[in-house]
């Protein structure tokens, strides 16, 4: 069986990458954690892990500086096209994101992209809606539980080591 093929859809910019480089760590019907480098050269990033929740609507990342420290926790909201027949998964960046920083503050950014997408047609009603839908069930889990029950399938195989 070939192995899982991950694409990233972006609107904003208009972009399709395929994410080669990333290697999966587990994956299950409705989960998928991932180790990475970034793409492109940043100076406040090199690296970090990712949870796709397939079935929620959202992307959790671990962003790493280059001295290995948290620089922040990344909330995608997301939805997927898988195709059977080439056995790739799209994952498509439904604009809205959430930073959640060491120091425990929160921020929800890109609010302004989601609404010039919805408004050059970039994106259609039914997207628009359940990007926000998503947003609310993940800001929602966030203030209650915060951000350590969605972390933990990242956190878990960190703490399991390379082996694992």
Do not use: H, Q
Request: hydrophobic share 40%.
């Amino acid at each position: 069986m070939n192995s899982l093929t991950l694409l990233r859809k972006r609107f904003i910019p208009d972009e399709c990458v395929e994410l080669k480089d990333d290697v999966i760590l587990k994956r299950t019907d409705t989960m998928i954690v991932t180790k990475w480098k970034t793409i492109r050269d940043r100076c406040d990033l090199s690296s970090g892990y990712s949870c796709y929740y397939l079935d929620r609507g959202y992307k959790i990342s671990k962003f790493i500086k280059s001295d290995g420290s948290l620089l922040c926790w990344y909330c995608d909201i997301i939805t997927y096209e898988y195709d059977e027949e080439k056995n790739s998964l799209l994952v498509i960046d439904l604009l809205a994101d959430v930073k959640i920083y060491p120091d425990g503050r929160i921020r929800v950014v890109d609010l302004d992209e989601l609404s010039e997408a919805f408004e050059k047609r970039l994106i259609d009603e039914t997207l628009l809606k359940k990007s926000l839908l998503s947003l609310n069930r993940l800001l929602g889990e966030i203030y209650s539980d915060g951000i350590e029950p969605l972390a933990a399938p990242i956190e878990e195989l960190i703490a399991a080591g390379p082996n694992a």
